[in-house]
């Protein structure tokens, strides 16, 4: 079995489960180390902080916003609200790749701690978001493509049914 296989109706809440949660997951710990190990330089001379803490902070709440998205699928069955909830977690995973160096200027100097720790680990993290959503949304749009025909499932019933009626009779 792979991870496009979602016509088991029995399997769907375990794979939305499974999405939401390595989604929540990644996304908290992309929030945590922007915040904590991978921060960016300290503050200079009287508080003033350079533009990778401007970087750090929309990473930040791109990131709580990614968790919040995250929440979505294991309350909602439905592939109306999924697949558009994937969607955003893949656009907020590319802006949050992009921040730092690309939308957000970073320092000048190239050897400082936003370059060396931030900027790496903000791609790693952002880059694994990107492609767990994705993956998820293409499994999604498989998953709407693989209906089954109610034709055939009728056929299928009445079969077992006469099936059933028969080894009864034989009894």
């Known amino acids: 079995m792979h991870f496009g296989e979602l016509r088991d109706p029995a399997l769907r809440p375990l794979k939305r489960e499974l999405y939401s949660n390595v989604n929540m997951i990644l996304a908290l710990l992309l929030c945590v180390g922007v915040k904590t190990f991978f921060r960016p330089c300290p503050a200079v001379g009287e508080g003033l902080f350079m533009e990778c803490h401007a970087a750090q902070t929309l990473v930040f709440f791109l990131g709580i916003a990614i968790m919040i998205l ?85 056929e299928e019933i009445e079969e077992e049914n006469v099936i059933r009626k028969d080894s009864e009779d034989d009894e």
């Open 70 to 154: 995250s929440v979505v699928p294991q309350f909602v069955d439905r592939k109306v609200v999924a697949l558009p909830v994937a969607g955003i977690d893949i656009l907020l995973a590319s802006a949050s790749y992009l921040t730092p160096g690309i939308i957000v200027t970073m320092c000048l100097p190239k050897g400082m701690r936003c370059y060396v720790f931030m900027q790496p680990f903000v791609r790693a993290c952002s880059l694994a978001i990107l492609i767990w959503s994705a993956a998820w949304f293409f499994a999604m749009l498989k998953w709407q493509e693989e209906k089954p025909d109610k034709e055939n499932d009728a």
